[in-house]
């Protein structure tokens, strides 16, 4: 029941602001609607936390700790992001780079990507969970090209296209493994259903998983962003506005981390080998590299951040890949705290490049003398994503690291080359953003400061302290995940 | 090899669809394009229904109807009014080498085969033969959409790849559950609206669907 | 009373060397009428041999051994590869000797001298139409073998008598491979007979000539003779078609009412293809030389794909 409820209150809001989205009150119909959604999302948390795991409308709907932290976190961000949004979406009104149309449409479909995105997370049907990744794509794809300049068409194009290409092949994945499920499962919905799969995966035919598991996890892989498929998303994070771009960053990429581990778990129990785990931890060091090396030449800053994104996915899917309780806890760690980090920046990011009219590092300057809040934000921030102690990511990717030394020492000094190189790159980028005198053309901005506090105070903590209840959580999803 | 009757139609018009796909690879005229997308979506939902008769899985009635209906009705539709409304008719694209297109999606071909082999052995289906068509016209549709550089050919190629996935859906399962297949069909749509949308912007903004324009996101060194 | 093998390869030979002069004579009636002109009897192809056969041979002084002797030796080749064919029957005792891809090699020879005798005199337009010949056979030969290879896998012999048996005895199987490569043959019969859409072959402008400028030089008895070997050879294509795709009817063994079957049907079959070719000719516009290469290459992609569709489909 309160899980159609979360459902219901996105689709509904959506609804209503497609109608009445330019309405002076919109952004607080909005972030209201995400306040609730996300006030549900508690409640079914703590019903997991007290009942365990279960399956809602008839086995449609499965709920266990694994994914129901990551609906918390959804919601959660999306709220904040909501928060972001009225402040800086006006700033964009009043620069008249968007018009009244255009924000109803903005706020629908925010509202009808979170839809989305929880439908995703929650449904046990693999089937309605590739819809649901190719709902959640398509809401964001004409928000990506709002501003309609011609980078911004050329990167919603590119999205569009990649990503279907990328979610087609899962497509075909999902249809070879109903093909293994329906030779032990039967025919009809029942096949398709992962509790079913999880509980006879040792039956299913290790060729077809495998075969499947290879198109999954470039599909999938694609919407992660993973390397070779990431070149729609450097794009696609950098041209959107900005609560999009963090939605995208923080959100969006669990969401499909989270499917694709979802169908290792199935592939593991199959073949019994480590072959899933072995191509994420492949395609999990090479994202991470190739990444990191990127984000030395870049100029705009969202692309620097959005290659940053590509980074740390890449290091949560090796994580997932390596398995084994200390790895997987760093993962849904790493997962967590990078979602609050990464939006935390994209709001300071926001901001910044609004104050200076541009998105050219070269042009930001003097941040934390023109407006502290913004300036600390973003330095804060990126302290955090560069993995420094006492902040939340330098615990997960500890973690990770420790995992690695132990199961697979000999790609640890990979890890380290990957994670340093970018934090150099952030930092030889982010100093002169932050430091120096305020250059001429920097305007005046009332920021949205309470989101970004929030979230850097919630990665502080859970790099310093994590609270028990959390940490059992985790350890019940990693036994889950075997 | 004793087919029935009805396996033997199947198999031809697999056949039809492979060949409509390379049809598509070759042509360059919008119109002839469109053309022959409707008619690769009018042999599977024909293909389709055949199966569904065969197999007695009943909701491949309605599946074939649906694809029908959306591929050959629907979406052409969409595609040829765009076309008008863009006044694009007249564009006939330049592209890369056809002869060495052609080789290139030969080998797809035989590699889909040879990748589609485990699941050949063991299907108990009587369409099991054709899985290797499907994934050659996924295959097919990612090299039009490779290979082409005009907005509308790039999308026809991608629901090209769209039917091949369909096709595979009944080749190796007999279709998906009901609600996968709905869900795919709304989804299908979504893009049709989105891509429409997408074409205007693109032509107002570019003055040309020519995709080649749009290159300007680069890594700036 | 049955007749012997020797005999229906004999009575084959003669009714394609008398038959072929009237099968050019109808397709010229139906392009004709469906071009709105008059047109010749049928007997006309005869008249224009005849007067071709009484005219004084005309040669250039620097024309070798091999300009007199091509047309001669295409006369023979083509004769030969008639009485490799089956067209009234199958039971033909050169059909063991040569199987279809020695018939393909024969049409090569045929080619390969009528490309010779072009370049002999030394004249440019006949130096044009051999390399054009040559780049349109250099392109053909491949898809042509392909699709005769695909057409053999369904009898699991590349030879035509067993291929024809297996056909028309066989039970009636829908075969798509056979229906790709039945499009490729045709696609690439009407490049090497030299009709439209690749060569015109009623053109008189030298420059859009393939096949008529390799045999410019020619006068009297040879051309008389390089006619008839024309003729010859565009119904020897239709009728390897038939053989290949469509041999029902064809006599088994010697009967001479099945032979007298075999020929009337033949002969229907032959009528009913000209009017299809004339059809696709009057159609279709011809192609410019460059595009030539796409359309043999899309030929070629479609025996493939018949080849193709034989393993994974059947």
């Not at chain 1, 968007?98 to 509202?111: D, E, T």
């Not at chain 1, 509790?195 to 060729?207: A, C, H, I, K, M």
């Not at chain 3, 009412?257 to 229907?268: D, P, R």
């Amino acid at each position: 029941m309160t899980l159609t409820l979360l459902l219901w209150i996105s689709v509904l809001v959506a609804a209503a602001l497609a109608f009445i989205g330019d309405w002076r009150y919109a952004p607080e119909v909005n972030i209201a609607g995400s306040a609730l959604t996300f006030a549900v999302s508690l409640a079914l948390a703590l019903q997991v936390y007290q009942t365990g795991a279960f399956l809602a409308a008839g086995d449609f709907f499965f709920v266990d700790p694994f994914n129901v932290y990551l609906v918390v976190l959804t919601t959660f961000v999306s709220t904040t992001t909501a928060v972001f949004s009225r402040r800086y979406m006006r700033v964009e009104r009043d620069h008249g780079r968007i018009g009244p149309i255009r924000m109803r449409f903005y706020h629908a479909m925010f509202q009808l990507f979170i839809f989305a995105m929880l439908m995703a997370l929650l449904t046990n049907n693999l089937g309605v969970l590739w819809i649901s990744m190719e709902l959640a794509t398509l809401a964001t794809v004409l928000l990506v090209s709002l501003y309609r300049t011609p980078t911004a068409i050329e990167a919603a194009w590119k999205y569009f296209i990649l990503c279907g290409v990328g979610i087609a092949q899962a497509l075909f994945g999902t249809v070879l493994l109903y093909f293994a499920a329906e030779r032990v499962l039967g025919e009809g919905g029942n096949a398709l259903l992962w509790t079913n799969l999880n509980q006879v995966s040792g039956q299913l035919e290790p060729t077809v998983l495998r075969l499947a598991f290879v198109f999954l996890m470039v599909g999938y892989g694609t919407k992660v962003g993973l390397v070779p498929m990431h070149n729609w998303l450097p794009d696609a994070h950098s041209e959107g506005p900005t609560p999009i771009s963090a939605v995208l960053s923080g959100l969006l990429l669990n969401v499909a981390l989270y499917a694709l581990v979802r169908c290792k778990a199935l592939v593991d129990g199959s073949t019994g080998t480590h072959m899933a785990g072995n191509m994420m931890i492949g395609f999990g060091l090479l994202s991470l590299l190739v990444a990191s090396f990127s984000m030395l030449r870049q100029k705009d800053i969202k692309r620097l951040f959005a290659y940053s994104s590509i980074e740390h996915m890449g290091i949560a899917t090796f994580a997932f890949g390596l398995g084994g309780p200390i790895a997987t806890f760093g993962g849904m760690l790493h997962m967590l705290v990078h979602s609050l980090t990464k939006s935390a920046v994209f709001f300071s990011v926001g901001h910044a490049s609004q104050m200076h009219g541009t998105q050219e590092m070269a042009r930001i300057r003097g941040l934390i003398r023109g407006n502290p809040a913004v300036g600390w934000g973003l330095l804060l921030g990126v302290m955090a994503l560069a993995g420094m102690p006492p902040f939340g990511l330098f615990a997960s990717e500890f973690l990770i690291l420790t995992a690695t030394m132990k199961q697979m020492p000999l790609l640890t000094p990979l890890l380290l080359i990957g994670l340093a190189v970018a934090f150099a790159g952030l930092f030889r980028r982010v100093q002169p953003m932050a430091a120096g005198h305020i250059p001429p053309w920097q305007k005046p901005l009332a920021a949205a400061n309470l989101p970004v506090a929030l979230h850097m105070v919630l990665v502080l903590l859970l790099g310093i302290y994590l609270p028990g209840f959390l940490a059992t959580w985790f350890q019940v999803a990693v036994g889950l995940l075997k | 090899m004793s087919h029935s009757l009805v396996v033997q139609l199947n198999l031809l018009l697999a056949a039809l669809i492979l060949l409509s796909s390379f049809a598509l690879l070759m042509q360059r005229r919008m119109f002839a394009i469109l053309h022959i997308f409707a008619w690769q979506g009018f042999f599977l939902g024909v293909s389709t229904a055949i199966i569904g008769y065969a197999s007695g899985v009943h909701h491949l009635y309605l599946s074939a109807l649906l694809t029908l209906a959306m591929k050959v009705l629907l979406l052409p539709y969409i595609l040829y009014k765009l076309i008008l409304k863009l006044k694009i008719r007249r564009e006939i694209e330049n592209m890369v080498n056809v002869p060495a297109t052609m080789m290139i999606g030969i080998a797809l071909v035989i590699f889909s085969y040879h990748l589609t082999e485990p699941i050949r052995q063991l299907s108990v289906l009587m369409t099991r033969a054709t899985l290797a068509v499907a994934l050659a016209t996924v295959m097919l549709g990612m090299l039009m959409m490779v290979t082409r550089s005009h907005a509308v050919s790039q999308i026809i190629g991608f629901l090209a790849m769209e039917n091949g996935l369909f096709f595979a859906a009944t080749s190796a399962t007999y279709g998906m559950p009901m609600v996968v297949e709905l869900g795919v069909a709304l989804d299908l749509l979504i893009v049709a609206f989105i891509f429409g949308i997408f074409f205007f912007h693109i032509n107002t903004t570019f003055d040309s669907l020519d995709v080649d324009q749009m290159a300007k996101l680069k890594e700036t060194d | 009373m049955s007749l012997h093998p020797l005999f229906i390869e004999l009575l084959q030979v003669a009714l394609l060397i008398a038959l072929a002069p009237a099968f050019a004579g109808w397709v010229k009636i139906v392009k004709c009428r469906l071009q709105g002109r008059t047109s010749p009897g049928i007997l006309q192809p005869y008249r224009d041999i005849r007067r071709l056969f009484i005219k004084d041979v005309v040669l250039a002084q620097n024309a070798s051994w091999i300009f007199r002797f091509t047309p001669y030796l295409i006369f023979g080749v083509t004769v030969l590869a008639g009485g490799i064919i089956p067209l009234i029957s199958t039971d033909l005792p050169l059909a063991d000797t040569a199987d279809i891809i020695a018939l393909v090699m024969l049409f090569v020879i045929i080619r390969f001298f009528t490309a010779l005798a072009g370049m002999d005199i030394g004249t440019a337009f006949g130096g044009m139409g051999s390399s054009r010949e040559m780049m349109v056979s250099a392109l053909a030969e491949p898809a042509m073998l392909m699709a005769v290879f695909t057409v053999s896998l369904a009898s699991s012999s590349t030879s035509l008598t067993r291929m024809v048996v297996v056909m028309s005895q066989g039970e009636f199987v829908i075969r798509p491979s056979l229906a790709f490569a039945l499009m490729a043959f045709i696609l690439v019969a009407l490049a090497e007979t030299g009709r439209i859409p690749v060569d015109n072959p009623d053109t008189h402008l030298e420059l859009t000539m393939i096949h008529e400028a390799m045999i410019l030089e020619y006068s009297g008895q040879h051309l008389a003779l390089m006619e008839w070997a024309g003729m010859m050879k565009l119904t020897l294509f239709f009728a390897l078609g038939i053989a290949a795709f469509v041999p029902w009817g064809i006599a088994a063994g010697g009967q001479p009412l099945a032979l007298l079957m075999g020929a009337v049907l033949l002969i229907l079959k032959l009528l009913l293809g000209g009017v299809i070719m004339v059809l696709i000719e009057t159609g279709l516009a011809k192609m410019r030389i460059f595009r030539v290469p796409e359309y043999l290459g899309s030929a070629f992609l479609l025996a493939t794909l018949g080849m193709i569709a034989f393993f994974i489909l059947e």
